[in-house]
């Protein structure tokens, strides 16, 4: 027992000593990860100084210094330097986008493109089943995608300023499995990748599977800051930055072609790796230039066709520097061997036959007609047209999952700020509206309804 026992000391987390077993610092590091995620621990809560919970626990300082940083990496606390060590934000929030219910009134949460264009996807289905030998793409075939399928692909991300060639481009199953195969194959547990403060959270959550830490830098009305940018990355060791180009995910903010530019600079003096998820490309009449076409040695760039042509089809491209080929390629095929090859050949059917560039005009016009209902109901906040969802910041003090669980009692679903957010620079007095989801105007004029009375109503009256 040390000298100055901390047996009635006053800690804000108290581990039962009853409970801890070899290795210690993996031990302490499950009980903590534990009572965040029942919520015996709230997020921001913070936690104890090392050297305090070592004297209270018996046990040296490198095991709670360890076991800290484990969970650190996990993305369940995040330390402030000359402040602590904090719960995160996000913690004890979903950071999985599912679906919520069946049976919502409106569903706002779940980013749902448009499946009435599903028909015209269909057709192409059955056209591509009945050519002759279409049978072969039920067999396992290149990892990477035939030849044709993939300049399809770099036809496809061509639009949007991107100069790849075949060989530079690998299918996948969809742009989350694009990431995964990213981290997974160029970056290691413990590796530090930037992002903004808030980001597309099943992001985050493949981020903490692998043990690769997160860390925000601030933004404005153009995004991410380039002199925050620079300072971070003078002070610690990071290996790679996560951006969403033409529409960050959830706060809708394009990236200006002049912020591009200056952060391209502080990327390239420290010679990050770039992972451009620019799913939203297709949406911006106004294109934005993507970092890959000015940093295309340092940038993976990731197109998905989810939310353009098909959401049930999971197909996106991935161009890429060709020095990152085999370790990709490698990764690729441990992940899922492939992606399916009727799948790609269809969304190859529908790039080349002009199908595409018909779906995208039609969603687009959709998105702009649902922004604009969404616009009257809240005329006195921003709203992004070019967009499938919008991002209301509520009053100060009443969180986004407050919110969420709010409307969920009234069978409404939106999705709370702490799904998205990134460390503790990014308050959590927002959500997510996807205005894209529910089936009908009617029913996101009912959702809107909901929401805006909420607001007035009863938020005021409740407990944040």
Not at 179 to 190: E, M, T, Y
Not at 308 to 316: D, F, K, L, P
């Amino acid at each position: 027992m040390p000298v100055n026992s901390f047996d009635d000391y006053e800690l804000t987390w108290k581990p039962d000593k009853q409970e801890l077993k070899t290795p210690m610092y993996r031990s302490l590091a499950m009980l903590m990860e534990a009572d965040i995620k029942s919520g015996k621990l709230i997020a921001n809560t913070k936690l104890p100084p090392q050297r305090e919970l070592a004297d209270y626990l018996d046990l040296n300082h490198s095991t709670i210094t360890k076991a800290y940083k484990l969970c650190e990496l996990k993305g369940v606390i995040h330390a402030i330097v000359g402040s602590g060590t904090f719960v995160s934000p996000n913690a004890n929030s979903s950071s999985s986008i599912v679906n919520q219910s069946d049976t919502a009134i409106a569903d706002m949460g779940m980013v749902l493109p448009f499946f009435n264009h599903n028909k015209s996807v269909k057709d192409i289905v059955n056209e591509v089943i009945k050519k002759p030998l279409s049978e072969k793409l039920l067999e396992y075939s290149n990892p990477l995608g035939s030849l044709s399928q993939r300049i399809a692909g770099a036809k496809w991300v061509s639009q949007f300023g991107i100069d790849c060639h075949a060989n530079n481009t690998i299918i996948t199953a969809g742009a989350q499995n694009a990431l995964a195969i990213i981290l997974l194959s160029l970056f290691a547990p413990g590796d530090k990748i930037i992002t903004d403060p808030y980001t597309y959270p099943n992001f985050i959550a493949l981020a903490n599977m692998l043990h690769i830490q997160l860390i925000a830098v601030k933004h404005d009305e153009q995004g991410m800051l380039p002199n925050e940018l620079d300072t971070i990355c003078s002070l610690e060791n990071i290996q790679g930055i996560f951006l969403m180009t033409s529409c960050n995910n959830p706060t809708t903010i394009p990236l200006s072609n002049h912020r591009i530019r200056e952060l391209c600079f502080v990327i390239k003096k420290h010679q990050l790796l770039v992972i451009e998820d620019d799913v939203f490309a297709f949406m911006k009449k106004n294109k934005v230039t993507p970092v890959c076409s000015l940093l295309p040695e340092q940038t993976i760039y990731v197109s998905g066709l989810s939310k353009s042509i098909c959401a049930g089809i999971r197909v996106a491209y991935m161009c890429f520097p060709q020095k990152y080929l085999s370790r990709l390629e490698q990764g690729c095929y441990n992940v899922n061997i492939k992606a399916s090859s009727l799948n790609v050949e269809v969304v190859t059917e529908i790039i080349q036959s002009g199908l595409a560039q018909k779906l995208i005009q039609e969603k687009y016009e959709m998105a702009i007609t649902r922004n604009c209902l969404y616009a009257k109901y809240f005329p006195s906040v921003h709203c992004e047209p070019e967009s499938y969802y919008q991002w209301l910041q509520l009053p100060e003090g009443y969180s986004g999952k407050f919110f969420e669980d709010l409307m969920e009692s009234k069978n409404i679903n939106v999705y709370g700020a702490e799904r998205f957010s990134v460390g503790d620079s990014a308050k959590s007095n927002a959500i997510r509206i996807a205005t894209c989801s529910p089936a009908t105007e009617a029913s996101l004029e009912l959702g809107l309804t909901a929401i805006k009375k909420a607001i007035k109503e009863e938020i005021p009256l409740s407990t944040p």
